[in-house]
Each structure stands twice: as structure tokens, then as C-alpha cells.
């Protein structure tokens, strides 16, 4: 199950589809939502952004690659939303079954280092009291020791229309 | 969320209430299901026996063991089934939820397998075409290079009465 769109299907939706795989004892998942701050500013929601059949592309690829990486995982879950999400929502929703547990937990730690290093969809922050200042949210992410690609989207600020 | 009953609460419950931490941004959570198989034996259902209030005691100490090691991950679910469960029904939902994955992730799996390891719950597989000889399960796990408490459950068979 792969998406990327406004509304992200419901978890109960996700496990119904990961509890479908009748040889699978084990069922993992991963849900990241909206923190109500990021480096002591509060923040009011995230919107995110992003071209969907390339997102969608890349989702692909790695729930492939984490095919072959963990043989024994049965159906996998990588879907991500566009647009707003507000404090407590869930933003993205990775998973998996497999017939014993370590593999779905270790598949799912997988999909969802994969997905912030790899999956081209840029976050922007706002916060209370300064919305006018929302920033977009680069990717940082570290992977066996290096770097991986990070995303900086740049945006056009309301100041510079006046210079 | 601490519960031993012949009822789980649905996966929806669950994840609304590790949302409802506004400084988390990430929920994690581990379901075991009930497999069609088990070496090579056709698995019709499972059934659960304990007593619940030890059980729900254990329980308790694994998730304020779990606090104590993972520092930063706020709220925490362990949930296990009593009595039967039907092949693809859930018996035992883990999670937690943290403000970064890495921790949500691994506390989760440190639940799962604290769970299997010192809850004094029992395990009955019956298998299709033989279900006067379905079997109490053993929980036999591996823990840091060492074998867990396993837990063996005596049954009188049928065929005993007739000797």
C-alpha cells in the first residue's frame, strides 16, 4: 500500500491490510506526527509538499528494496500526506508483516530511515506568533555514518517582493 | 495503557491515545497476530490462559522498566488477549510513542520481547484435523545470549482418563 495524498488512509484501514497475510504473526508500524514545538518555538502545524508521482516513485523503490533486503516481510505500508497537518496528526504511516516479529520491526526502522532520507517532500514549519516567518524544513538525516541527501527548498518571502 | 482481557482495545484507541501527546512526534507500535502455521501443522486458533491479575502486574513492571530505559518516551501500551483468538485476530499490541523515532522504535521491541519473556501467559495452538491434541505452547525466547524463563503448562489428555 503506497500513497502520497491530502488524506492518509486510517490506521485501522493500514492494519486491516497488514493482518490480510494469513502465514504473518507479526505486524509493525511506524506513525510520525506533528510536534507542538521544534527548538523551543511553538509550533502551530506543518505543511508539506511535494511532486506526488515522484514521491510515489521513490516509495516504491524502497518498499522494493526493503523486499529484498528483508525476504520474510509479507505487505508493506509507506504512505505520506501533502498539505496541512496539525499538532498530533499523523504526517506519514510506514509498516509491515512478516511471520515472526524481528524482522517487521527491523524492516519498519528500514522504510521509515529510508523514506525521510530519500522521499523528495519538503516540510514547512509555523509557528505561533510568527507565521509570516515559516520556514521550509531541510532533511537531515545521517545513515551508516555519512550524510544522506538533504532537501532544502528555498521560498520566496514576502520582504524580498519589496525590494 | 495496561490491559488483560478477552477483548483488546482497537488498533484506532491505541493510536489515538499515543497521539494525544502533543510533545511526541513519533508513535510506534508491534502487533502479534495468530499465524495459520505452525511446523508445517494447518493452525486453526489460539487460545490465551493466565491470571490476569499477575499478568497485568508483570506488565505493569515491564512498561516502568521500559520508562526507566528510554528516557524520553512518554506515554506506553501493552495489551494482551485472554481466551481465543481466531487466525488473523490480534493477541498482543504493543507502542509507545516518543519525540523522535529512534527511541519509539526500540522501546517498542524492548516491550515485545520483555512481554514474551516474563508474562505468565499460556499459549494453546489447535491444528486442524486434531484438535484433541491441540498443545500448550512454551514461550521460549533467547534474551542477551541466554535462554528466558519458559513457561510449560501440564493438561491431562483425553486418552489419560481411559488408563
Chains 1, 2 share one sequence.
Not at 550524510?147 to 514576502?158: A, L, N, P, T, Y
Request: proline letters at 4%; charged letters at 25%; aromatic letters at 6%.
Amino acid at each position: 500500500m503506497i500513497d502520497v495524498s491530502e488524506t492518509l488512509p486510517s490506521i485501522t484501514t493500514i492494519q486491516q491490510f497488514l493482518s490480510s497475510s494469513p502465514t504473518s504473526g507479526a505486524i509493525s508500524t511506524f506513525t510520525g506526527i506533528t510536534r507542538n514545538n521544534f527548538n523551543g518555538k511553538t509550533v502551530t502545524h506543518l505543511s508539506y509538499e511535494g511532486y506526488i508521482p515522484m514521491a510515489i516513485k521513490v516509495l516504491t523503490s524502497i518498499c522494493n528494496d526493503a523486499k529484498s533486503k528483508y525476504k520474510t516481510v509479507d505487505k508493506l505500508v509507506a504512505v505520506h500526506i501533502i498539505g496541512n497537518c496539525p499538532v498530533g496528526a499523523a504526517s506519514v504511516i510506514v509498516g509491515c508483516c512478516s511471520p515472526h516479529r524481528r524482522e517487521a520491526i527491523q524492516c519498519t526502522e528500514y522504510l521509515i530511515d529510508e523514506l525521510k532520507g530519500r522521499v523528495p517532500i519538503w516540510k514547512k514549519e509555523s509557528y505561533v506568533g510568527d507565521e509570516d516567518n515559516a520556514v521550509w524544513k531541510e532533511n537531515v538525516e545521517w545513515h551508516d555514518g555519512r550524510r544522506r541527501r538533504v532537501m532544502v527548498k528555498g521560498e520566496k518571502k514576502k520582504n524580498d517582493d519589496k525590494k
